[in-house]
């Protein structure tokens, strides 16, 4: 019942039984959130674009970036990882709707497919614009 679970051991004695089973909803979402990132992550370009972001920010280190720089690095990054979790997404429910051949399921796969590449090619475009800059700096320097 609710209200009737609050004297529980380290509980606060203001919190109701519904609060406390939002708490608990909001852990669990995490949670699932996170087991939906590992899921992804087994994915190959998701373990590509996580070396790229490593060699990204190393370079970042090395070439002395500026803040600016460091957050848009980490912005692309943030994209491209969110991209390529929802294409993972896409590919699981075509996957399920659709196992034979369709011509929809092959649009839905080229089309989510695609939106990572545009991120990706946004985050290259970004990163001319970040590592030129600091690359003749360090060299003129
Ligand atoms: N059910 C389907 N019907 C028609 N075409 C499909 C179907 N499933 C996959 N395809 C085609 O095959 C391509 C590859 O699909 P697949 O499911 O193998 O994804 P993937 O390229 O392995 O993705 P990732 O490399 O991100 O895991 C799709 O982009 C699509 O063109």
């Not at 692309?76 to 034979?100: H, K, R, Y």
């Not at 497919?113 to 690359?135: K, M, Q």
Request: net charge neutral; hydrophobic share 55%; with cysteine.
């Amino acid at each position: 019942m609710a209200g009737s679970e609050t004297a529980g051991q380290g509980v606060d004695a203001g919190e109701t039984g519904e609060t406390l089973k939002r708490k608990n909803n909001l852990v669990k979402s995490f949670g699932y959130a996170a087991s939906g990132v590992v899921q992804a992550g087994s994915e190959r370009n998701f373990k590509v674009d996580v070396v790229a972001a490593v060699v990204v920010f190393a370079a970042c280190a090395l070439l002395r970036v500026p803040a600016w720089g460091w957050a848009a690095v980490a912005v692309c990054v943030g994209v491209q990882l969110a991209m390529e979790t929802v294409n993972t997404a896409i590919e699981a429910i075509v996957d399920l709707a659709s196992p034979e051949i369709h011509p929809l399921a092959k649009r839905a796969k080229d089309c989510a497919a695609g939106a990572a590449l545009i991120t990706a090619c946004a985050s290259v475009i970004v990163g001319l614009i970040v590592f030129v800059p600091a690359l003749f700096a360090l060299l003129g320097a």
